[in-house]
């Protein structure tokens, strides 16, 4: 069974840093695409970057130049280093991947990882 464990979310200050993990785990044949997406309470899901297999990155107009998405194939995890974060960063950070598996190929979700950002 595949999954996607996300870690690295906590409370910082305006202005603070933190750096979200995501594993996969399991039977993987191949992964693709990865990213990383955003949901607010009350707010939908949104974007915030994405990295393809070969590295090319994507990023959210509200995190370009302040947040970094990488990858390491080796260890089949996707990063998210957040600098300057600001309160309106503030939600549940969910780690995307489509992966090919036993099942087939199709979109991974992790269970996700609380950011607030706060004074």
């Known amino acids: 069974q595949v999954q996607l464990v996300e870690s690295g979310g906590g409370l910082v200050q305006p202005g603070g840093s933190l750096r979200l993990s995501c594993a996969a785990s399991?039977?993987?044949?191949?992964?693709?695409?990865m990213g990383w997406y955003r949901q607010a309470p009350g707010k939908q899901r949104e974007l915030v970057a994405v990295?393809?297999?070969?590295?090319?990155?994507n990023y959210a107009d509200s995190v370009k130049g302040r947040f970094t998405i990488s990858r390491d194939n080796a260890k089949n995890t996707v990063y998210l280093q957040m600098n300057s974060l600001k309160p309106e960063d503030t939600a549940v950070y969910l780690c995307n991947g489509r992966m090919s598996s036993v099942t087939g190929n199709r979109d991974y979700w992790g269970q996700g990882t609380q950011v607030t950002v706060s004074s």
């Open positions: 399991g039977i993987i044949f191949n992964i693709y695409g």
């Open positions: 990295i393809s297999s070969g590295g090319s990155t």
